[in-house]
């Protein structure tokens, strides 16, 4: 196992700042490259414990702007039209991308990673999509998905 601190949030791991044992292969190749991790050597584990008002900071400037992001999402409404067939079945589906880009038209910029679909959404109506903007603050969002 290779032991390593997080220098960023990373889910279902930790938290930014903690001490945890992965494995090789993904502190190598996934945490380390991408800055999400630092090797935990007696330098790194020194600067950390310096460090870690800092980190706790930027913590909690990144989870007070979540807050606000997560209080415009839950006043916005997003509404995507798709042609539909017989029985009001649609051509298609709204996905992610679909929801990400309608937010976007709005002003609201949201990676697609972070709206929770379980599946593409294949019916006419009012929807509620989970978005997690992180580990302490979600927001359902509505998606109507009207005929045209």
């Known amino acids: 196992m290779l032991e390593v601190i997080l220098t960023k949030d990373v889910e ?3 938290n930014a700042g903690e001490l945890v044992r992965v494995k090789p292969g993904y502190g190598r190749n996934y945490l380390l490259p991408r800055g999400l991790a630092l090797l935990a050597t007696r330098g ?3 600067q950390l414990e310096h460090h870690r008002r800092a980190i706790a900071a930027e913590q909690a400037k990144i989870h007070d702007s979540n807050k606000a992001k997560a209080k415009l999402l839950t006043a916005a409404s997003v509404s995507i039209p798709r042609k539909v067939g017989d ?5 298609g589906s709204v996905t992610s991308k679909d929801i990400a880009e309608a937010l976007s038209a709005q002003n609201i910029e949201l990676d697609r990673k972070l709206i929770r679909l379980e599946g ?18 979600s927001v359902d969002l509505q998606v109507d998905v009207i005929k045209i």
Do not use: Q, T, W, Y
């Open 120 to 137: 593409p959404i294949k019916a006419i109506g009012r929807h509620k999509v989970p978005i997690r903007l992180s580990a302490e603050v």
């Open 44 to 46: 790194n584990i020194a």
């Open 87 to 91: 029985d009001d079945k649609l051509f």
């Open 12 to 14: 279902s791991l930790g």
